[in-house]
């Protein structure tokens, strides 16, 4: 246990070193979209896909057991549920600062979004990193090999939360927004000492983070003007949806 802490600890101090170095990556912003970017964001979908979504089949029964006989008893798919509405919810997130951007000025590089909705913005994706560190300590599969996927998943999928914030609030995201970020995932594994919380709030947490991830890896990858790489997008997903099977 002490060993895994401490590894745990290391990865919690990666994550939060990809929002503090985050200046030094703007390189990654431009247009064709990095390939490095679609790559990592490749990567993150490949993990939900292929290794979180099964592991929701496994929640599921979690919950089939608690509702048996209750009022959501005949609900089949109340993990699945769950996954949507962390979808729906980073949806609703971004729509709300790209509406509140277009609003905002006339030139388009000087279009960001308001305070307001830079602070629900920034409020949600700091929740979403102290999920992400928490689930360190109290992941479905404690193992090794589980941890290390986890973390080469989701430190990817960091960097490219980080980029997306920065080209999308600018400034203000660098002065205040990355250092609230580079906390998080701290607090997170913090809380994560504590203790586990209950086994029906870890999979619900569990669905909420899949559903996040894939809207938040997708709203960089899709839009025209991002002009993205499909090729290194399914390179990276290829080859780590290959690695998560053979490590089976």
Same mark, same amino acid.
Request: glycine share 10%; proline share 4%.
């Given at each position: 246990?002490?060993?895994?802490?401490?590894?745990?600890?290391?990865?919690?101090?990666?994550?939060?070193?990809?929002?503090?170095?985050?200046?030094?990556?703007?390189? #990654?912003?431009?247009?064709?979209?990095?390939?490095?970017? =679609?790559?990592?964001?490749?990567? =993150?979908?490949?993990?939900?896909?292929?290794?979180? #979504?099964?592991?929701?089949?496994?929640?599921?029964?979690?919950?089939?057991?608690?509702?048996?006989?209750?009022?959501?008893?005949?609900?089949?798919?109340?993990?699945?549920?769950?996954?949507?509405?962390?979808?729906?919810?980073?949806?609703?997130?971004?729509?709300?600062?790209?509406?509140?951007?277009?609003?905002?000025?006339?030139?388009?590089?000087?279009?960001?979004?308001?305070?307001?909705?830079?602070?629900?913005?920034?409020?949600?994706?700091?929740?979403?990193?102290?999920?992400?560190?928490?689930?360190? #300590?109290?992941?479905?599969?404690?193992?090794?090999? =589980?941890?290390?996927?986890?973390?080469?998943?989701?430190?990817?999928?960091?960097?490219?939360?980080?980029?997306?914030?920065?080209?999308?609030?600018?400034?203000?995201?660098?002065?205040?927004?990355?250092?609230?970020?580079?906390?998080?995932?701290?607090?997170?594994?913090?809380?994560?000492?504590?203790?586990?919380?209950?086994?029906?709030? @870890?999979?619900?947490?569990?669905?909420?983070?899949?559903?996040? @991830?894939?809207?938040?890896?997708?709203?960089?990858?899709?839009?025209?003007?991002?002009?993205?790489?499909?090729?290194?997008?399914?390179?990276?997903?290829?080859?780590?949806?290959?690695?998560?099977?053979? =490590?089976?």
């Amino acid at each position: 246990m002490p060993a895994e802490i401490a590894v745990t600890a290391l990865i919690a101090v990666l994550f939060s070193a990809t929002h503090v170095a985050g200046p030094a990556l703007r390189f #990654l912003q431009r247009t064709p979209r990095s390939i490095w970017l =679609s790559a990592a964001g490749g990567v =993150s979908v490949a993990y939900v896909f292929v290794h979180l #979504l099964p592991e929701l089949a496994a929640h599921q029964d979690t919950f089939g057991g608690e509702f048996e006989g209750g009022l959501l008893a005949e609900m089949e798919s109340h993990i699945y549920l769950i996954a949507l509405v962390g979808l729906s919810v980073f949806y609703g997130l971004d729509r709300l600062a790209r509406t509140s951007a277009r609003k905002a000025g006339t030139a388009g590089a000087a279009r960001r979004p308001g305070t307001g909705v830079f602070w629900i913005h920034l409020t949600a994706f700091a929740g979403y990193n102290v999920l992400i560190g928490y689930l360190l #300590l109290h992941r479905e599969a404690a193992d090794g090999r =589980s941890l290390i996927l986890y973390a080469i998943a989701m430190g990817l999928h960091f960097v490219v939360n980080d980029q997306g914030l920065r080209q999308q609030h600018g400034p203000t995201y660098d002065h205040r927004g990355r250092w609230i970020l580079a906390a998080a995932p701290l607090i997170g594994w913090g809380i994560g000492l504590i203790g586990p919380a209950p086994t029906l709030l @870890v999979s619900s947490l569990f669905a909420f983070l899949a559903g996040g @991830v894939v809207l938040n890896v997708l709203k960089e990858e899709l839009p025209e003007d991002r002009e993205s790489r499909f090729f290194a997008f399914a390179a990276g997903a290829a080859i780590y949806a290959a690695l998560l099977l053979a =490590s089976r």
